[in-house]
């Protein structure tokens, strides 16, 4: 009997104590780049080793280890009670994880990596840390300068979906290449390289769990909280979460524009809510899409009526009047940045119809001709054009221009041991070794370890 009762008491004190832990308010904020801001959760013991969650785990296929332990289990019941939070992740997670899945790949990354924006960002563009890391990546100024995104009065690249995947895909790249390690790559990613290099030795190891109490406070928690964040987006049913619709579109259309145009015109011939174009677009800070004929710029538009091609057409080459629609924020000549190339007529035609994603450089190069041929055959104000269009080719490659055009929306890439321009064309859409030698002045011989290039992506 005093022996059931001592039981009792133990097992009383113990439950107490689980409770306690469990009942911690813990708000897993917006982490950084460079600054992280995931609380450390304080687990004196762990009473509560879930062999089910364990073998969920291991379950599921992938590259970066995913272990489990207390600070795992943590997490897990924190994201597993959010369950408004985690359904509406699963909705958003329909849009974009394609979109980080198709950047993570051209860099060699673990597709698990795509499941870091939501203890980054909770999948939001436009969050910003309380030390100004910004989109859905979480970025800093200075490193997203680094990784080839631009900021300016009119454009915050940080926020853009496309363009700060690859970077983010970028910067992992070079941490792996560096740590060896996927955890310590995470790690690095939420306080900087020199921190992991530190703590790795004072440690004397290479493994995440034995360097844990060697990193910052924030950190500690961080590689929990991404394994937790994997194992209930891969397991949702388990813990009741239903996935939440998503108010972004799942069909859309991409064009590219070499003039000033703004999202609001742009809604009111598709019919749409503005709110729907800035949500697919989220990096123009003024709804304002800046192209010009140096650097077109992207629009992600919802899939198309046939119907309304012709008004969609003329809002996109029609020249926006920039200086009346918005007062500027420097002294940049916007006139300057817009002066067209000349045109030049070309030869007898064949006809080609427009591929969604499809741009004007990138026909051109496919036909062999210039860009400023294709818009005299066919009147183009500007550079936009429409999938399903018609556009008049020349049926020889006669040039007439010899011109540069440069190719739109640009991501760095840092050249590996072993990397040719054959095989860098290839992981990325829309790139070929003559435009990669063209837009970095280089030749068969010139490719070295460590070299930053520009690579156009479609």
């Known amino acids: 009997m005093k022996k059931f009762i001592?039981?009792?008491?133990?097992?009383?004190?113990?439950?107490?104590?689980?409770?306690?832990?469990?009942?911690?308010?813990?708000?897993?904020?917006?982490?950084?780049?460079?600054?992280?801001?995931?609380?450390?959760?304080?687990t004196i013991g762990f009473y509560n080793y879930n062999f089910t969650y364990k073998?969920?785990?291991?379950?599921?296929?992938?590259i970066v280890p995913l272990s489990y332990n207390e600070y795992v289990q943590n997490f897990i019941d924190i994201y597993s009670k959010r369950k408004d939070m985690m359904g509406k992740m699963i909705g958003l997670s329909s849009y974009y994880f394609p979109i980080f899945e198709k950047a993570l790949l051209a860099y060699n990354i673990p597709s698990e990596i795509k499941?870091?924006?939501?203890?980054?960002?909770?999948?939001?563009?436009?969050?910003?840390?309380?030390?100004?890391?910004?989109?859905?990546?979480?970025?800093?100024?200075g490193t997203a300068k680094g990784y080839g995104l631009n900021m300016d009065n009119f454009v915050d690249e940080r926020k853009d979906p496309i363009q700060a995947s690859y970077a983010a895909a970028a910067y992992f790249r070079d941490a792996y290449d560096e740590l060896g390690d996927w955890l310590l790559a995470i790690a690095a990613y939420n306080c900087g390289m020199g921190n992991v290099t530190r703590a790795i030795n004072k440690a004397g190891s290479r493994d995440f769990w034995q360097i844990r109490t060697f990193l910052p406070k924030e950190t500690r928690d961080y590689v929990p909280a991404f394994i937790a964040a994997v194992y209930v987006m891969n397991f949702p049913e388990k813990h009741s979460i239903i996935a939440q619709k998503s108010s972004l579109h799942q069909k859309t259309d991409t064009v590219h524009v070499s003039n000033f145009v703004a999202l609001s015109d742009i809604s009111k011939v598709l019919n749409l809510e503005e709110g729907v174009l800035v949500g697919l677009n989220p990096s123009y800070k003024k709804k304002i899409v800046n192209g010009t004929e140096l650097s077109p710029k992207r629009i992600i538009l919802p899939s198309v009526?046939?119907?309304?091609?012709?008004?969609?057409?003329?809002?996109?080459?029609?020249?926006?009047?920039?200086?009346?629609?918005i007062i500027l924020a420097s002294t940049?000549?916007?006139?300057?940045?817009?002066?067209?190339?000349?045109?030049?007529?070309?030869?007898?035609?064949?006809?080609?119809?427009?591929?969604?994603?499809?741009?004007?450089?990138?026909?051109?190069?496919k036909y062999g001709v210039e860009v400023q041929d294709l818009k005299v055959w066919n009147k183009l104000k500007g550079s936009t054009i429409i999938p399903g269009q018609k556009l008049k080719i020349s049926d020889n490659s006669s040039r007439s221009v010899n011109s540069t055009i440069a190719k739109p929306n640009y991501v760095t890439y840092k050249v590996k041991a072993g990397d040719t321009l054959s095989t860098i064309a290839r992981k990325f859409e829309g790139a070929t070794v003559a435009s990669i030698q063209k837009t970095n002045g280089l030749n068969k011989t010139a490719l070295q370890p460590g070299m930053m290039l520009k690579i156009m992506s479609l």
Do not use: C
């Open 6 to 42: 001592l039981f009792l008491l133990i097992m009383s004190a113990t439950i107490s104590l689980r409770a306690q832990v469990n009942s911690v308010e813990v708000e897993v904020s917006q982490s950084t780049l460079d600054t992280a801001s995931v609380p450390e959760i304080n």
């Open 55 to 62: 073998s969920r785990l291991d379950s599921i296929q992938r």
């Open 115 to 141: 499941f870091l924006p939501i203890i980054e960002s909770s999948m939001n563009p436009h969050a910003i840390s309380r030390v100004g890391a910004t989109g859905l990546w979480q970025f800093m100024f």
């Open 332 to 365: 940049d000549d916007v006139r300057e940045l817009r002066k067209k190339l000349p045109l030049k007529t070309g030869a007898p035609v064949v006809y080609h119809r427009v591929s969604p994603g499809q741009n004007l450089s990138a026909i051109a190069e």
């Open 305 to 325: 009526d046939h119907n309304l091609y012709l008004g969609l057409y003329n809002v996109l080459n029609q020249d926006l009047d920039v200086n009346k629609e």
